[in-house]
């Protein structure tokens, strides 16, 4: 029962830094300025926007570097606890490794660096996860903001493990409580910032 705990609470850690690059840009204000998009206005071949307004620069370059922030500060943490002795078994059956290793290249080894890379994987992929889903939602004819159920709440996360598991080949059993966990997560994190007011819908 507690490895069961430990190796769902590894998971979540794990995951954490993609959460934060998917809801760093709903905080990272709503000036005018260095708002521009990424699409840079423009539309596809429906005449509908490429990604659309809702999708910035600020907020992909913003939510990558909270990311790696965030993955860095975890690692730094998490010397007391399983999770980087966890991590460590994981790379080593991982593709990098298996390229890198016998080149006599061990970045992880270095934690900051490790931080770093991990942090960028995961919010990157979280947020191209997220221009996907928008890509695809102006293909549907939807508008900014309106929302496209489960690919809204799930897209980022699986573009996040995609983009990561070259690195890490995450056991597949994490999805059993990684995807209802990230549902919930998202509908309750959405919800809370519609409330304080930083987001004019409520998902
Ligand atoms: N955001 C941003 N840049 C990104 C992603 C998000 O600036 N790359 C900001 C935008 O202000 C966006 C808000 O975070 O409105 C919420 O993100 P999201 O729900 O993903 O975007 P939507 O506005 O719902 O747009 P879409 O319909 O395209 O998903
Ligand atoms: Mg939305």
Redo the contacts with the bound molecule.
């Keep these: 029962m507690t490895e069961l705990i430990k190796l769902i609470i590894d998971g979540i850690i794990f995951i954490f830094p993609a959460f934060v690059a998917n809801a760093a840009?709903?905080f990272?204000g709503?000036g005018e300025r260095w708002n521009a998009p990424?699409d840079g206005g423009r539309v596809w071949k429906d005449g509908r926007r490429v990604?659309?307004n809702?999708?910035?620069i600020?907020?992909?370059v913003g939510?990558t570097l909270s990311s790696m922030i965030v993955c860095v500060l975890i690692l730094a943490l998490a010397n007391q606890f399983s999770y980087s002795l966890a991590l460590m078994g994981y790379i080593e059956q991982g593709l990098l490794y298996s390229i890198l290793h016998p080149l006599g290249i061990d970045f992880w080894t270095n934690k900051v660096f490790l931080g770093l890379f991990l942090g960028f994987l995961l919010g990157c992929g979280s947020?191209i996860g997220?221009?996907t889903?928008?890509f695809i939602?102006?293909r549907y004819g939807?508008?900014?903001?309106?929302s496209f159920p489960f690919m809204?709440q799930l897209g980022f996360i699986f573009m996040a493990l995609l983009f990561v598991f070259p690195v890490i080949p995450w056991p597949l059993y994490w999805l059993i409580f990684l995807v209802p966990l990230t549902l919930i997560l998202h509908i309750v994190l959405n919800l809370g910032s519609y409330i304080i007011g930083m987001?004019e819908?409520p998902f």
């Design positions: 840009p709903v990272l709503k990424i990604l659309g809702g999708k910035t600020r907020g992909f939510g947020l997220d221009l889903g928008s939602k102006r939807l508008q900014r903001g309106e809204d987001q819908v």
